[in-house]
Every structure is written in structure tokens, then in C-alpha cells.
């Protein structure tokens, strides 16, 4: 499950997360857009389900120098032994560059490179040299984890994942269907036995068809034109699919990219209907070969009519032992 939850304050995630593991969860993992950081919250559900895994989808490897990065993952690791895996990526040219002022360049050297400063330092060693996007000088950090976390990238196409496939731990995919899978898997052809395919998976648990394909074509429309997420598109094959909503985003008709998102592409990207068979689709995507499917609740009129039974009702539903 992601977390936070939507509409949920922090604090009150201490009784949702004690059940979580409860239900058939096991892992929380979050993710760094303009919300919460991406450590905070597993901070605290480290030490409030002791049970459950802990995740990064993702950390953008621009946003923090490279030693900042490994002593906030260092501090996870050691606070939650064997229990967190750091998931990092390139992020978007907004995130990075217009929110953070930071330059997106190299977005392929850069998150090669950060993966190599990761493993060597996570690991207690001391880095001093250079890397084809930046340099380190004798750094070691302090209090090395005893136990490392598994490194995940994140990837949308094929150099991407073959880098994971290659040096990392893991994969992170994001905005695909069940049958997209098998694109981003035969990328990952080469990855060792126990390599880990993690998704996120939009979910909006709700009978009502129109309330969840509204939603799902906002989100559709923010992130597919997103140059990286087009070019992910048109790689799966949904460039002619797409095309009308990006040529009316182009233009600036907002209204006009909604409207020309089909139903179907919405149906196959957004996983909605009643709770039980949204459970049922997300458990397609294990079956197609991901093997941390990543809930990604989104909110539904009746979620916030309900409060908190609904909620808690809805992730007992989902939850693997419903």
C-alpha cells in the first residue's frame, strides 16, 4: 500500500498502519511528488508496524547530493533492519528542475551514477572519485547500515530497465496494464534470480464507472504528457491512442486532452470498480510478473462520505486475506 493514505493525517496513520499486516499487507512504500518526503513516513511506520517492509517509489536521484541520500537511507536501514528497500529514479524535468532548481540532465548517467555511489557506500566503503555526472571526495558514512537496502531503479523503457536488470536489485514501473507487463519484463530478460519487480498500481475502489474514469483521466492527462511518460506510451504502443489528447494539450485546451482520453485506455492504466474486483485485477498484475504490486488508493466520494470505517473497510477488502 502507498502511504499517506489520501485525506489521512499523518498521526492518524499510527491505527491503520497496526492493522495493515493484518489484513494481508506486506509493505508500505511512498513516493516524492509535492506531498509528504519520501523517508518521513516510513520513519514512522517503522516503529508503528514493526511488521512491514518499507519502500522508496521513488527518490529522485537530482534532489539530494549524493551523501545525503545514502545517510537518510542509512538512517532507514538502521532503524528498520532488513526491512527497507531505497527505490530511486530520474524523477520529471518539473519535479527536479522547476520545483527544485535543480538541472534535469543526464537523467540516465545521473541514476547509473547515483546507484554506483549507493551500493559502495551503503556498504561501508569509502568513495573518493569521480562519476561521469559528479564527484565525491573521501566520503564514508559513519554508521553504515548492518544490513544494506536493496536498491531499486526506476525505468520506463529499455536502457532504463536493462540498467536495473544489470546493477540493481530491483525494477520500479509505473502507468502500465497487466499487459504491458510482459514489454517491461522481457527488458529484464537478464535480471538474476531474485530480482524484484515492483509496481505502482492506481486503484479507485468505487462501482461508480464515470466518478473513477473522471479521476483516472486527470491523472492520465498530468502525468502521460510528461515527455518521458509520452515516450513510455508510444513505446507500449498507445501513441495513436493518445495522440488526441496530447495535440489538445499542446494547444492548451485542458478540457480537450480530458475528453479525448478513451475509455479504454483509462480502463486498462486505472484499476477501479468494487473493492473485491479491484482486488482481483491487482492480483493479474502479480500473475503477469510483478512481484510487488504497490496499491495506490485513490479517493472516491464514498471514501470521503465515510471517513475512516469506510476507509478502513475498503483497505479490508483489498487486502490479500478478504
Known amino acids: ?26 509493505d508500505v512504500w511512498t513516493s516524492e511528488v509535492a506531498g509528504t518526503d519520501a523517508f518521513t513516513p516510513l520513519a514512522l511506520a517503522s516503529a508503528w508496524s514493526p511488521g512491514l517492509r518499507l ?58 551514477d547515483v546507484l554506483r555511489f549507493l551500493r559502495a557506500a551503503l556498504a561501508g566503503e569509502l568513495v573518493d572519485g569521480d562519476f561521469d555526472t559528479f564527484a565525491v571526495r573521501r566520503f564514508r558514512l559513519e554508521r ?15 536502457r532504463m530497465l536493462r540498467l536495473a536488470a544489470a546493477e540493481a536489485d530491483g525494477a520500479i514501473l509505473n502507468w502500465l496494464s497487466v499487459e504491458d507487463v510482459a514489454t517491461a519484463r522481457a527488458e529484464l530478460a537478464a535480471a538474476p534470480e531474485g530480482f524484484e519487480v515492483a509496481a505502482r498500481i492506481f486503484v479507485c475502489p468505487t462501482a461508480d464507472a464515470e ?21 513510455f506510451h508510444r513505446w507500449l504502443g498507445r501513441g495513436e491512442a493518445l495522440k488526441p489528447m496530447w495535440d489538445a494539450w499542446a494547444a492548451g485546451d485542458r478540457k480537450g486532452a480530458l475528453a479525448a482520453i478513451p475509455d479504454e485506455v483509462v480502463d486498462a492504466l486505472i484499476v477501479h470498480g468494487p473493492a473485491a474486483r479491484c482486488r482481483e485485477h491487482v492480483r493479474r498484475y502479480a500473475a503477469a510478473g510483478v512481484t510487488t504490486p504497490v496499491i495506490a488508493l485513490l ?24
Open 1 to 26: 500500500m502507498t502511504i499517506p493514505l489520501p485525506g489521512v493525517p499523518l498521526p492518524d496513520h499510527a491505527a491503520l498502519l497496526a492493522t495493515l499486516a493484518d489484513l494481508g499487507y506486506t
Open 55 to 112: 519502500g522508496t517509489a521513488i527518490v529522485p536521484v537530482f534532489t539530494r547530493g549524493p551523501a545525503l541520500l545514502a545517510m537518510q537511507a542509512a538512517t532507514l536501514a538502521e532503524a528498520a533492519p532488513g526491512r527497507f528497500a531505497l527505490g530511486i529514479g530520474a524523477s520529471s524535468p518539473v519535479v527536479v528542475g522547476d520545483w527544485n532548481a535543480v538541472p534535469f540532465e543526464r537523467p540516465y548517467e545521473r541514476s547509473r
Open 144 to 158: 553504515a547500515p548492518a544490513v544494506p537496502p536493496k536498491l531499486l531503479l526506476a525505468g520506463l523503457r529499455g
Open 211 to 231: 466518478e473513477a474514469r473522471a479521476t483516472g483521466r486527470r491523472l492520465i492527462a498530468a502525468y502521460l504528457t510528461v515527455p518521458a511518460y509520452a515516450a
Open 299 to 322: 479517493p472516491t466520494r464514498e471514501l470521503a462520505a465515510g471517513g475512516a470505517p469506510a476507509l478502513l473497510d475498503t483497505l479490508r477488502q483489498l487486502g490479500a486475506r478478504s
